[in-house]
């Protein structure tokens, strides 16, 4: 088959319109991030060198793969005719994509909210404890785990035998010796889901311990002191002094944790393969592009997750710059 270019003509323009609004989107984050600044020539000739090789990686590694999942999420499953919109059309009405949705929804909400609670409360209790360090480093474990090797653990705990049989799965044991009947913890919606979200929980928790731990550490001790002059007690401590105290960093830990769960795949894949209701957006993003020879919609996915992502990150990096700008 020949090139013509009359027929690309469309999906060329597309593609111009692409990378023309990722440009725009790149441009804008950089300027929210160093707005204000000026800098002088040199000093733009310099940053301009530095930044070079990791801008010809980030166009090959990232702006030219944003344009083309965004070229074939306007495509069929074979990636060969347009179809426009009717990709995100079906992404809003199929039943089990909604599902999709709906998980994600789940994960986004409950994920990173219970994964720092756990952690700043952990940070707190252990804090100038007798055995703070290996309380510390007990929690953080998870964290050298990957999120499959994690979900495999956890699977073992969920595991289900019959009643009859010897119970291998922790969680259905605990059940039987208090009178219960064992059950498959992973086949009931949208319990499986939530149970599937413990697994991040148990994972981040430590991330979010550690990093909480050094910013409640980095409270001055002359507030402290003065706030237990006062006599000052512990809920009152915490809510006027701790919380707000290492509140920027709490949103940092919360969005990069935000962040980690929209992308969240392993732990799906390896527990349940996206079955019984579980699917998430990258999963299934995984499972329409490869599975189902659905490029056009693994392609929509990928695309609805990247606009999710971008303004968690935009929070990101105006917090990491104002945190700079308090501790100069």
Known sequence: MGFSLVEELPKLLWMVIGVAAFLA?????????????????VEWWQATLFLAPALILLFLGLVYPVFRTTLLSFMDGQGGNWVGLDNYVRMFTQPELLTVLRNTLLWVLFGPV????????????????????????????????????????????????????????LLNQIIVWFGGEPRLWLLETPLNTLLLIVVLIWVQAGFAMVVLSAAI?????????????????????????????????????????????????????????????????????????????????????????????IPLVIVQMRTNRRLREEQR
Request: glycine content about 6%; proline content about 3%; cysteine-free.
């Open 25 to 41: 989107v790149i441009g804008a984050l950089l300027f929210l991030v160093d707005a204000g600044a000026r800098k002088s020539r």
């Open 114 to 169: 219970l994964a720092t609670a756990v952690g700043l409360l952990y940070a707190l209790l252990v804090d100038r404890r007798r055995f703070e360090s290996v309380a510390k480093s007990l929690v953080f474990m998870p964290m050298a785990i990957s999120f499959v090797g994690a979900s495999i653990i956890w699977k073992f705990i969920y595991a289900y035998r019959p009643a009859e049989a010897e119970q291998i799965g």
């Open 217 to 309: 550490k980095a409270i001055p001790d002359d507030i402290i002191e003065a706030a237990r002059i006062d006599g000052t007690g512990l809920w009152s401590h915490f809510w006027n002094i701790t919380l707000p105290s290492v509140w920027p960093t709490l949103t940092v830990v919360l969005i990069t944790i935000s962040v980690q769960t929209l992308k969240v795949f392993d732990i799906v894949r390896t527990m349940t393969g996206g079955q019984y209701e579980t699917s998430v957006i990258a999963n299934e993003m995984y499972a329409q592009a490869f599975r189902y020879n659905e490029l056009g919609m693994g392609s929509a996915l990928a695309v609805f997750l990247f606009v999710l992502v």
